[in-house]
C-alpha cells in the first residue's frame, strides 16, 4: 500500500462534496455504479446527478450495475465495458477546444 495515496484517498472520501462537486463539470456526466457500492451509494450518486441537473442543461444517466461492489469495473469488467459505451453517446465535448491529456512539454 502507498500509504501517502492512501492517505488522500481517505481525506478526499471523508471531506469531499460530490454533489456540490460535480455540479461544476462542464459537461454532461454519465456514472455507473455496483449496485452493491458501499463507498458510493446510489443515493449519493443519484444526488451528485440531480446536483449537476439543476445547474446545467440536461441529465445524466446513472446506469447500476448488479451484483457489482466500489471496483465495479473489476468485478463486472464486461457489464461496465457496455455500460461504458452506452454513456459514450451522451458525452458532449463539442466545445473543448484542446485535449486534456498529450500537451507538448
Known amino acids: ?3 501517502e495515496g492512501y ?3 481517505v481525506h ?3 471531506s469531499g462534496d460530490l454533489p456540490e462537486d460535480i455540479a461544476h463539470v462542464p459537461i454532461c456526466p454519465g ?3 455496483g449496485s452493491e457500492d458501499t463507498i458510493t451509494p446510489l443515493a449519493q450518486t443519484n444526488a451528485a446527478a440531480s446536483s449537476w441537473a439543476a445547474k446545467n442543461t440536461g441529465t445524466p444517466k446513472v446506469i447500476e450495475i448488479k ?3 466500489h471496483a465495479v469495473y473489476l468485478q463486472k469488467p464486461k457489464e461496465f ?3 461504458l459505451l452506452e454513456l ?3 458525452a458532449d465535448i463539442s466545445e473543448q ?3 486534456r491529456h498529450n500537451k507538448e512539454v
Open 97 to 99: 477546444t484542446e485535449p
Open 12 to 14: 478526499l472520501l471523508a
Open 7 to 9: 492517505a488522500q484517498a
Open 67 to 69: 451484483d457489482a461492489g
Open 31 to 33: 456514472f455507473i455504479i
Open 81 to 83: 465495458c457496455a455500460a
Open 1 to 3: 500500500i502507498n500509504t
Open 88 to 90: 459514450l453517446p451522451q
